[in-house]
């Protein structure tokens, strides 16, 4: 199956620029806060809602950090490498509820996939330098609804170097944060 990474092209260059990172650095360490020139509009258990306008193209989004973090071979991952999961939404594209995981401080493992497991369901993701999306764009909306019930999301993937990680998100709050961003993008 041919991967269509125009989401990642288009994706890459406005989280970093919300993230205030220049796009050059997206293959580099990024800063351990990348919300820094994004405005909170709530933050919602474990979820935060934003919003920022990177060259004047407003982005909102929900962001959280992973609850637990494991790793094979063991302790592989530093706190510099921080781990976000994002639901964005990029009206100007008409872009709604985009879900994407971007990491710090290291790469994905080319030509690999990522996988998103949550109440018992798997969502295969393609992975490109430090960001992996849905495969299967049409499965975002399916896969919002099973977050929004569910209690934890569990993505699995590999770096560059060989480590799997094991990432645990919880999803107390997303159903307010996606909310509070979309009434925020409408």
Known sequence: ??????????????????LALPATALAQPRSSNPTAQATLLGQYGDWGAYTASPGGRKVCFALSKPTSQQDNPPNRRTA????????????DEKVSNEISVLVTGYAFKA?????????????????????AWVKNAAEEARLIEA????????????????????????????????????????
Request: charged content about 20%; overall charge positive; proline content about 3%.
């Open 80 to 91: 510099a490498n921080a781990v976000y999961l994002f639901v964005s939404t990029r009206p």
């Open 1 to 18: 199956m041919k991967v269509n990474n125009t989401r990642s092209l288009v994706l890459l260059p406005l989280v970093a620029a919300a």
């Open 111 to 131: 030509n690999t996939e990522a996988t998103m497991t949550i109440g018992g369901g798997g969502f295969p993701m393609y992975t490109q330098n430090d960001g």
């Open 147 to 186: 977050m929004r019930k569910s209690g934890d999301a569990v993505i699995k993937a590999q770096t560059s170097k060989g480590t799997a990680t094991t990432d645990t998100f919880s999803l107390k709050g997303i159903s307010q944060a996606l909310d509070r961003a979309a009434q925020e993008c409408k």
